[in-house]
Protein backbone atom coordinates (compact mmCIF):
# COMPACT_ATOMS: atom_id res chain seq x y z
CA UNK A 1 0.00 0.00 0.00
CA UNK A 2 1.71 3.32 -0.99
CA UNK A 3 1.97 6.19 1.09
CA UNK A 4 -0.50 9.11 1.24
CA UNK A 5 0.32 11.68 3.15
CA UNK A 6 2.87 14.03 5.16
CA UNK A 7 1.56 12.26 8.24
CA UNK A 8 2.23 8.91 7.35
CA UNK A 9 5.88 10.03 6.54
CA UNK A 10 6.04 11.07 10.24
CA UNK A 11 4.72 8.21 11.88
CA UNK A 12 7.05 6.32 10.07
CA UNK A 13 10.02 8.62 11.14
CA UNK A 14 9.44 8.29 14.53
CA UNK A 15 8.14 4.44 14.59
CA UNK A 16 11.42 3.27 12.66
CA UNK A 17 13.55 4.83 15.07
CA UNK A 18 12.14 3.36 17.82
CA UNK A 19 11.76 -0.06 16.34
CA UNK A 20 15.77 0.55 15.26
CA UNK A 21 16.97 0.69 18.58
CA UNK A 22 14.51 -2.29 19.87
CA UNK A 23 15.72 -4.78 17.67
CA UNK A 24 19.64 -3.64 18.47
CA UNK A 25 18.77 -4.24 22.24
CA UNK A 26 16.97 -7.71 21.18
CA UNK A 27 20.34 -9.12 19.46
CA UNK A 28 23.50 -10.09 20.31
CA UNK A 29 25.31 -8.78 18.05
CA UNK A 30 28.70 -9.22 19.53
CA UNK A 31 29.99 -12.97 17.52
CA UNK A 32 29.46 -11.18 13.86
CA UNK A 33 32.02 -10.18 12.19
CA UNK A 34 30.60 -6.98 11.58
CA UNK A 35 32.02 -4.31 13.75
CA UNK A 36 29.60 -1.27 12.46
CA UNK A 37 26.45 -2.46 14.03
CA UNK A 38 27.86 -3.34 17.61
CA UNK A 39 29.13 0.52 17.23
CA UNK A 40 25.35 1.72 16.49
CA UNK A 41 24.82 -0.68 19.07
CA UNK A 42 27.00 0.79 21.73
CA UNK A 43 25.90 4.12 20.87
CA UNK A 44 21.98 3.92 20.79
CA UNK A 45 21.91 2.11 23.69
CA UNK A 46 24.41 2.69 25.89
CA UNK A 47 26.43 5.72 24.49
CA UNK A 48 26.10 9.52 23.15
CA UNK A 49 22.77 8.69 21.52
CA UNK A 50 20.97 6.06 23.55
CA UNK A 51 17.22 6.84 24.27
CA UNK A 52 17.33 9.06 21.18
CA UNK A 53 13.71 9.79 19.43
CA UNK A 54 12.26 11.39 16.59
CA UNK A 55 10.89 14.62 17.52
CA UNK A 56 8.27 15.52 15.10
CA UNK A 57 7.25 18.71 17.27
CA UNK A 58 10.58 20.99 16.70
CA UNK A 59 12.52 22.15 13.70
CA UNK A 60 16.16 22.17 12.95
CA UNK A 61 17.57 25.88 13.78
CA UNK A 62 19.11 27.52 10.36
CA UNK A 63 19.52 25.83 7.45
CA UNK A 64 19.61 22.86 8.80
CA UNK A 65 18.61 19.64 7.43
CA UNK A 66 18.88 17.48 10.33
CA UNK A 67 19.93 17.78 14.06
CA UNK A 68 20.94 15.08 16.88
CA UNK A 69 20.66 17.17 19.34
CA UNK A 70 23.06 15.23 21.88
CA UNK A 71 21.83 16.88 25.32
CA UNK A 72 18.20 16.01 24.80
CA UNK A 73 18.67 12.88 22.59
CA UNK A 74 16.30 13.75 19.98
CA UNK A 75 17.25 13.36 16.24
CA UNK A 76 14.93 16.95 14.62
CA UNK A 77 14.42 16.82 10.88
CA UNK A 78 13.21 19.85 8.79
CA UNK A 79 10.02 20.17 7.10
CA UNK A 80 11.22 20.33 4.01
CA UNK A 81 13.33 17.02 4.31
CA UNK A 82 9.95 15.75 5.74
CA UNK A 83 8.11 16.49 2.37
CA UNK A 84 10.84 15.48 0.13
CA UNK A 85 10.22 12.03 1.21
CA UNK A 86 6.75 12.35 1.16
CA UNK A 87 7.16 13.58 -2.36
CA UNK A 88 9.43 10.96 -3.35
CA UNK A 89 7.33 7.81 -1.81
CA UNK A 90 4.57 10.03 -4.05
CA UNK A 91 6.24 10.25 -7.03
CA UNK A 92 7.62 6.76 -7.37
CA UNK A 93 4.43 4.90 -5.48
CA UNK A 94 6.51 3.48 -3.18
CA UNK A 95 4.90 0.80 -0.97
CA UNK A 96 5.15 0.81 3.03
CA UNK A 97 7.84 -1.94 3.06
CA UNK A 98 9.62 0.29 0.53
CA UNK A 99 9.43 3.68 2.60
CA UNK A 100 10.34 1.48 6.15
CA UNK A 101 14.25 0.54 4.11
CA UNK A 102 14.28 3.96 3.15
CA UNK A 103 13.92 5.54 6.10
CA UNK A 104 16.13 3.32 8.01
CA UNK A 105 18.62 3.61 4.93
CA UNK A 106 18.15 7.79 6.37
CA UNK A 107 18.66 7.11 9.88
CA UNK A 108 21.59 4.43 9.95
CA UNK A 109 23.58 6.45 7.13
CA UNK A 110 23.38 9.73 8.60
CA UNK A 111 24.14 8.29 12.64
CA UNK A 112 27.56 6.93 10.60
CA UNK A 113 27.95 10.21 9.48
CA UNK A 114 27.31 11.73 13.18
CA UNK A 115 29.99 8.76 13.67
CA UNK A 116 32.36 10.09 10.82
CA UNK A 117 33.01 13.74 12.62
CA UNK A 118 30.35 15.04 10.11
CA UNK A 119 28.32 16.64 12.86
CA UNK A 120 28.76 20.22 14.54
CA UNK A 121 29.06 22.31 10.85
CA UNK A 122 32.48 20.04 10.53
CA UNK A 123 30.90 19.30 7.30
CA UNK A 124 30.52 22.77 5.99
CA UNK A 125 31.93 23.11 2.45
CA UNK A 126 33.20 19.68 2.01
CA UNK A 127 31.29 19.28 -1.22
CA UNK A 128 33.37 22.01 -2.82
CA UNK A 129 36.33 21.93 -0.99
CA UNK A 130 36.81 18.05 -0.74
CA UNK A 131 33.80 16.53 -3.38
CA UNK A 132 35.92 13.32 -3.58
CA UNK A 133 36.81 13.22 0.17
CA UNK A 134 32.45 13.70 0.65
CA UNK A 135 32.24 10.69 -2.06
CA UNK A 136 33.99 8.34 -0.17
CA UNK A 137 32.97 8.96 2.84
CA UNK A 138 28.78 8.66 1.43
CA UNK A 139 29.91 5.77 0.09
CA UNK A 140 31.04 4.04 3.30
CA UNK A 141 28.08 5.68 5.19
CA UNK A 142 25.87 4.30 2.14
CA UNK A 143 27.59 0.65 2.07
CA UNK A 144 27.37 -0.15 5.55
CA UNK A 145 23.76 1.29 5.69
CA UNK A 146 23.06 -1.65 3.43
CA UNK A 147 24.81 -3.98 5.09
CA UNK A 148 23.34 -3.17 8.77
CA UNK A 149 20.00 -3.25 7.63
CA UNK A 150 20.20 -6.59 5.87
CA UNK A 151 21.41 -7.88 9.21
CA UNK A 152 18.61 -6.19 10.95
CA UNK A 153 15.68 -7.73 8.42
CA UNK A 154 17.46 -11.25 8.73
CA UNK A 155 17.64 -11.14 12.63
CA UNK A 156 13.40 -10.25 12.55
CA UNK A 157 11.73 -10.56 9.30
CA UNK A 158 8.67 -9.07 10.30
CA UNK A 159 10.83 -5.86 10.72
CA UNK A 160 10.52 -5.19 6.51
CA UNK A 161 7.20 -7.08 6.74
CA UNK A 162 8.43 -10.50 6.09
CA UNK A 163 5.86 -12.00 8.76
CA UNK A 164 5.77 -14.87 5.94
CA UNK A 165 9.00 -14.91 3.34
CA UNK A 166 8.21 -17.24 0.75
CA UNK A 167 11.20 -19.53 -0.64
CA UNK A 168 12.70 -16.71 -3.22
CA UNK A 169 13.12 -14.42 -0.52
CA UNK A 170 16.84 -15.09 0.77
CA UNK A 171 19.79 -12.92 2.01
CA UNK A 172 20.06 -11.90 -1.49
CA UNK A 173 16.87 -10.03 -2.18
CA UNK A 174 17.61 -8.57 1.41
CA UNK A 175 20.71 -7.22 -0.38
CA UNK A 176 18.75 -5.87 -3.19
CA UNK A 177 16.02 -4.48 -1.02
CA UNK A 178 18.93 -2.47 0.84
CA UNK A 179 20.29 -1.15 -2.27
CA UNK A 180 17.55 0.17 -3.65
CA UNK A 181 17.00 1.97 -0.35
CA UNK A 182 20.01 3.73 -1.18
CA UNK A 183 19.20 4.91 -4.26
CA UNK A 184 15.66 6.22 -2.97
CA UNK A 185 17.16 7.87 0.18
CA UNK A 186 19.35 9.87 -2.27
CA UNK A 187 16.96 10.99 -4.55
CA UNK A 188 15.65 12.03 -1.18
CA UNK A 189 18.15 14.52 -0.91
CA UNK A 190 17.72 15.16 -5.43
CA UNK A 191 14.54 16.84 -4.54
CA UNK A 192 15.74 18.51 -1.20
CA UNK A 193 18.07 20.64 -3.19
CA UNK A 194 15.44 21.74 -6.00
CA UNK A 195 12.61 23.55 -4.36
CA UNK A 196 9.68 23.08 -7.17
CA UNK A 197 10.60 19.44 -7.17
CA UNK A 198 9.58 18.84 -10.50
CA UNK A 199 11.43 15.86 -11.32
CA UNK A 200 11.23 15.97 -15.09
CA UNK A 201 12.97 19.68 -14.59
CA UNK A 202 15.47 18.08 -12.43
CA UNK A 203 16.78 15.62 -14.79
CA UNK A 204 17.13 17.58 -17.70
CA UNK A 205 19.23 20.40 -15.31
CA UNK A 206 23.27 19.52 -15.34
CA UNK A 207 24.91 17.59 -12.42
CA UNK A 208 28.24 17.74 -10.83
CA UNK A 209 30.83 15.00 -11.55
CA UNK A 210 30.56 13.55 -7.84
CA UNK A 211 26.58 13.08 -8.25
CA UNK A 212 26.63 11.32 -11.57
CA UNK A 213 29.70 9.07 -10.25
CA UNK A 214 27.54 8.23 -6.77
CA UNK A 215 24.34 7.67 -8.35
CA UNK A 216 26.09 5.57 -11.38
CA UNK A 217 28.15 3.69 -8.95
CA UNK A 218 25.28 2.08 -6.77
CA UNK A 219 22.74 1.86 -10.33
CA UNK A 220 26.06 -0.51 -11.00
CA UNK A 221 25.89 -1.76 -7.18
CA UNK A 222 22.37 -2.38 -7.46
CA UNK A 223 22.57 -4.42 -10.88
CA UNK A 224 25.59 -6.39 -10.08
CA UNK A 225 23.54 -7.79 -6.60
CA UNK A 226 20.44 -8.69 -8.98
CA UNK A 227 22.83 -11.22 -10.83
CA UNK A 228 25.29 -11.97 -7.83
CA UNK A 229 25.89 -15.78 -7.34
CA UNK A 230 23.19 -16.57 -5.07
CA UNK A 231 25.34 -19.28 -3.48
CA UNK A 232 27.24 -17.25 -1.92
CA UNK A 233 27.56 -15.19 1.07
CA UNK A 234 26.98 -11.50 1.21
CA UNK A 235 30.97 -10.61 2.13
CA UNK A 236 31.89 -12.09 -1.45
CA UNK A 237 30.32 -8.79 -2.90
CA UNK A 238 32.72 -6.96 -1.10
CA UNK A 239 30.49 -3.86 -0.93
CA UNK A 240 32.68 -1.96 1.70
CA UNK A 241 35.27 -1.69 -1.59
CA UNK A 242 34.24 1.46 -3.29
CA UNK A 243 34.01 1.12 -7.17
CA UNK A 244 35.67 3.62 -9.04
CA UNK A 245 33.65 4.68 -12.29
CA UNK A 246 35.74 6.92 -14.65
CA UNK A 247 33.59 7.65 -17.73
CA UNK A 248 35.28 8.93 -20.86
CA UNK A 249 36.45 12.72 -20.51
CA UNK A 250 33.86 13.62 -18.11
CA UNK A 251 36.37 14.42 -15.52
CA UNK A 252 38.10 17.19 -17.75
CA UNK A 253 34.28 18.79 -18.80
CA UNK A 254 33.63 18.73 -15.15
CA UNK A 255 36.32 20.95 -14.67
CA UNK A 256 36.58 23.03 -17.92
CA UNK A 257 32.50 22.96 -18.82
CA UNK A 258 30.66 22.13 -16.22
CA UNK A 259 27.09 22.89 -17.22
CA UNK A 260 27.92 20.48 -20.16
CA UNK A 261 27.58 17.87 -17.58
CA UNK A 262 23.75 16.75 -18.68
CA UNK A 263 21.73 13.54 -19.20
CA UNK A 264 21.94 14.19 -23.17
CA UNK A 265 25.60 13.67 -22.37
CA UNK A 266 26.45 10.67 -24.93
CA UNK A 267 24.66 12.78 -27.84
CA UNK A 268 26.67 15.48 -26.86
CA UNK A 269 30.25 14.76 -25.81
CA UNK A 270 31.73 15.11 -29.25
CA UNK A 271 30.53 18.19 -29.86
CA UNK A 272 31.79 19.23 -26.30
CA UNK A 273 34.93 18.00 -26.67
CA UNK A 274 36.08 19.34 -30.17
CA UNK A 275 35.03 23.09 -28.53
CA UNK A 276 37.22 21.78 -25.82
CA UNK A 277 40.08 21.12 -28.11
CA UNK A 278 39.35 25.07 -29.97
CA UNK A 279 39.20 26.63 -26.51
CA UNK A 280 43.24 24.77 -25.09
CA UNK A 281 44.50 25.24 -28.89
CA UNK A 282 44.06 29.17 -29.04
CA UNK A 283 46.22 29.13 -25.98
CA UNK A 284 48.40 26.93 -27.12
CA UNK A 285 47.41 23.78 -25.66
CA UNK A 286 47.10 20.75 -26.81
CA UNK A 287 44.19 18.58 -25.35
CA UNK A 288 44.94 14.41 -25.75
CA UNK A 289 41.80 12.38 -25.90
CA UNK A 290 41.37 9.58 -27.66
CA UNK A 291 38.45 7.34 -28.24
CA UNK A 292 38.77 5.10 -25.50
CA UNK A 293 35.99 3.23 -24.05
CA UNK A 294 33.20 5.36 -22.28
CA UNK A 295 33.54 3.80 -19.22
CA UNK A 296 36.40 2.60 -17.46
CA UNK A 297 35.33 0.49 -13.73
CA UNK A 298 37.59 -0.81 -11.17
CA UNK A 299 36.02 -4.20 -9.55
CA UNK A 300 37.21 -6.79 -6.84
CA UNK A 301 38.31 -10.40 -8.07
CA UNK A 302 37.48 -13.66 -6.03
CA UNK A 303 40.82 -13.27 -5.03
CA UNK A 304 40.59 -10.59 -2.93
CA UNK A 305 42.66 -7.98 -5.43
CA UNK A 306 41.13 -4.92 -7.37
CA UNK A 307 41.10 -4.98 -11.29
CA UNK A 308 39.51 -2.85 -14.19
CA UNK A 309 38.11 -3.57 -17.45
CA UNK A 310 37.13 -1.23 -20.30
CA UNK A 311 33.86 -1.51 -21.20
CA UNK A 312 31.59 -0.15 -24.42
CA UNK A 313 28.40 -0.48 -25.04
CA UNK A 314 26.53 -3.29 -27.30
CA UNK A 315 24.87 -0.07 -28.72
CA UNK A 316 24.94 3.57 -28.27
CA UNK A 317 21.58 3.89 -27.03
CA UNK A 318 22.69 2.02 -24.31
CA UNK A 319 24.81 4.24 -23.30
CA UNK A 320 22.31 7.09 -24.04
CA UNK A 321 19.68 5.54 -21.85
CA UNK A 322 22.30 4.79 -18.88
CA UNK A 323 22.88 8.81 -18.67
CA UNK A 324 19.28 9.17 -18.96
CA UNK A 325 18.76 6.68 -16.17
CA UNK A 326 21.16 8.08 -13.71
CA UNK A 327 19.61 12.13 -13.77
CA UNK A 328 16.51 10.28 -13.61
CA UNK A 329 17.36 7.60 -11.03
CA UNK A 330 15.32 5.37 -12.95
CA UNK A 331 17.21 1.74 -12.87
CA UNK A 332 15.42 0.26 -15.54
CA UNK A 333 16.93 2.66 -17.82
CA UNK A 334 21.06 1.83 -16.61
CA UNK A 335 19.99 -1.94 -16.97
CA UNK A 336 21.04 -2.80 -20.35
CA UNK A 337 24.17 -1.05 -20.09
CA UNK A 338 25.57 -2.36 -17.00
CA UNK A 339 24.25 -6.10 -17.20
CA UNK A 340 26.17 -6.48 -20.60
CA UNK A 341 29.07 -5.55 -19.03
CA UNK A 342 28.19 -8.04 -15.98
CA UNK A 343 27.25 -10.63 -18.97
CA UNK A 344 30.48 -10.36 -20.38
CA UNK A 345 32.46 -10.65 -16.86
CA UNK A 346 31.04 -12.88 -14.64
CA UNK A 347 33.86 -12.78 -11.68
CA UNK A 348 32.15 -9.47 -11.14
CA UNK A 349 28.75 -11.57 -10.12
CA UNK A 350 30.95 -14.45 -8.64
CA UNK A 351 30.46 -16.75 -10.93
CA UNK A 352 34.12 -17.12 -12.51
CA UNK A 353 37.60 -16.47 -12.05
CA UNK A 354 38.85 -13.64 -14.28
CA UNK A 355 40.68 -14.53 -17.11
CA UNK A 356 43.11 -12.39 -19.17
CA UNK A 357 45.82 -10.29 -18.29
CA UNK A 358 48.16 -12.22 -16.85
CA UNK A 359 49.29 -12.61 -13.19
CA UNK A 360 48.14 -14.41 -10.01
CA UNK A 361 44.44 -13.44 -11.05
CA UNK A 362 43.97 -16.29 -13.67
CA UNK A 363 44.44 -19.15 -10.74
CA UNK A 364 41.29 -20.93 -10.84
CA UNK A 365 39.10 -19.58 -7.31
CA UNK A 366 38.14 -21.26 -4.69
CA UNK A 367 34.19 -23.17 -4.95
CA UNK A 368 31.51 -21.10 -3.31
CA UNK A 369 29.80 -22.62 -0.08
CA UNK A 370 26.44 -23.21 -1.54
CA UNK A 371 23.93 -20.83 1.00
CA UNK A 372 21.39 -20.36 -0.79
CA UNK A 373 19.27 -22.99 0.64
CA UNK A 374 20.55 -22.77 4.05
CA UNK A 375 18.16 -18.99 3.68
CA UNK A 376 15.51 -19.49 1.38
CA UNK A 377 12.58 -17.86 3.26
CA UNK A 378 14.52 -16.08 5.38
CA UNK A 379 15.32 -19.26 7.31
CA UNK A 380 12.30 -18.47 9.12
CA UNK A 381 11.64 -22.13 10.54
CA UNK A 382 14.77 -21.99 12.40
CA UNK A 383 15.56 -20.83 16.15
CA UNK A 384 17.47 -17.39 16.53
CA UNK A 385 20.41 -19.10 17.43
CA UNK A 386 20.60 -20.64 14.44
CA UNK A 387 19.39 -17.81 12.01
CA UNK A 388 22.45 -16.12 14.08
CA UNK A 389 25.10 -18.37 12.95
CA UNK A 390 23.67 -18.23 9.58
CA UNK A 391 24.04 -14.34 9.40
CA UNK A 392 28.15 -15.12 10.48
CA UNK A 393 28.55 -17.16 7.74
CA UNK A 394 26.87 -14.48 5.52
CA UNK A 395 29.25 -11.98 6.69
CA UNK A 396 32.75 -14.18 6.23
CA UNK A 397 34.03 -14.09 2.93
CA UNK A 398 34.66 -17.21 1.65
CA UNK A 399 37.36 -16.35 -0.27
CA UNK A 400 40.48 -14.09 0.34
CA UNK A 401 38.58 -11.04 1.49
CA UNK A 402 40.19 -7.45 0.08
CA UNK A 403 38.20 -5.49 2.84
CA UNK A 404 36.90 -6.94 5.77
CA UNK A 405 33.93 -6.06 8.06
CA UNK A 406 35.89 -6.45 10.89
CA UNK A 407 34.68 -7.50 14.08
CA UNK A 408 33.68 -4.81 16.99
Aim: with cysteine; hydrophobic share 40%; charged share 20%.
Amino acid sequence: MAVVDLTEIENCLEKRLNILREVLADHDFSGLPFGPINFLQQQLLHGRLRGMKFDRGYQPQGAMDYVINQQERVFLLSTRTRLAMYTLAKQRNLTARQVDWMVDNFYIHELLHFAQGMGGGNHSLLRTQGPQVLLAIDYQADAIAAVTATVLAWCKPGLYGYEAPTPKDNHWTLYVEAIKAILNQMETFTLLTRQDMDRSKIAGMPSSLERIQRIATWHYQLHRAQMFNSRRPLADFQILSQPILDFRALALVAAMKPKALTQDWPTKESEVVDSLRQIASASGIELVLDDREPLIITGVTPNGTTRFIRHTPAHNGQYADAFRGIFASDEELTTEFFTTMLDKNKWLTGDEPPSGGGGSDDMPAPPPPDLADLTGALASDLSESERLEILSRLLTPSQFPLVSFMAG
